[in-house]
């Protein structure tokens, strides 16, 4: 039976996924993961719409395993998350920017898909009603759960050793960004809108609050090739390599220079990449080689979203989707965006 065309306006989510499901892009199992973490995000959406008024502005008092300040709403996005994809019954093992070590779930009934997510990115942005976003990336079960030859650290961020159950959810999770069958992020601003990729091209939905679903908006999306926006914290400029410094010259010279853009909100500046085309960046510097973002949860899931556009993700020295990781909150250098961009920036760092 032909597959019917989806029309932007009117194909809601679920339709769009049965008919994934029908080219045999997604299976039924996935696609029940992918509706519920449809599910956390219209619940966090309205979070963030009414945090102003709910009293869910500013810190929850805990640092997470990266020793930063969590807001109120990092804890209760982590929760809402967690909850949606343990009960939808087809996850096997969560991963989260919130908590220390990847989770094996009991009550999966089938599937046992890994999801690595960062349930509410770019949050500092919060108290002031800036964007923020979630952003998810997933794999299929490992077939075989054996340590020995793996380079992957087997202990907490505390220094204490992981038992045997969260070592297992620790090798499912530690695996290169290629192997991703799914990612994607959605985006907490003047509308909530949902982009992903299940590894045939990139959707957008627009969350329509009137009935309460997403809805197809940006069909087929491809990042421009070139464009001439650079995302940057370069309040940072002074521990970059000079090969970047040399590119933050570049692009301020000639008669048309580059326009800077930078929200500080990952989903957000990745988001208006994709779609005007340009560059965001988050390199190391001299206190930390690796930068700021981490390669499961932001970088990996971001560079499958670009290539899968029609751009690239990159380190700077290479694909970000060829990192195997060693540990789930490893961080990496990020450059991602409009392909030309993107080699560009790698040519003043060779
Ligand atoms: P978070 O995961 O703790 O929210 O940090 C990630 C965020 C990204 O959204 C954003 O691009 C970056 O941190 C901004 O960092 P900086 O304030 O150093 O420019
Ligand atoms: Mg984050």
Known sequence: MAVQEDQVGTTTFTTWLLKQEMKGNVTNELAVVLNSIALACKQISSLVTRAGLQGMTGLAGDTNESGEDQKKLDVISNDIFSECLKTCGRTGTIASEEEDVPVAIDQTYSGDYVVCFDPLDGS???DAGISVGSIFGIFEPNEECNLEGKNIV???TDGDDLDISQQEALLHCCRPGKDLLSAGYVMYSSSTVLVLTVGDGVYGFTL?????DFVLSHNNI???ESGKIYS???GNLKG???GLKEYMDFVKDGDKPYSSRYIGSLVGDFHRTMLYGGVYGYPGDVRNKNGKLR???ECAPMSFLAEQAGGKGSTGMGRVLDIVPEQVH?????FIGSTKEVEIIEKFLE
């Open 232 to 234: 940057f914290n370069e």
């Open 208 to 212: 329509d609050t009137l009935i309460g």
């Open 330 to 334: 490893q961080r990496c250098p990020l």
């Open 295 to 297: 390669l499961l949860y």
């Open 222 to 224: 491809k990042i421009p």
């Open 154 to 156: 087997t202990e907490s």
């Open 240 to 242: 970059w390599s000079d």
């Open 124 to 126: 500092s942005n919060i």
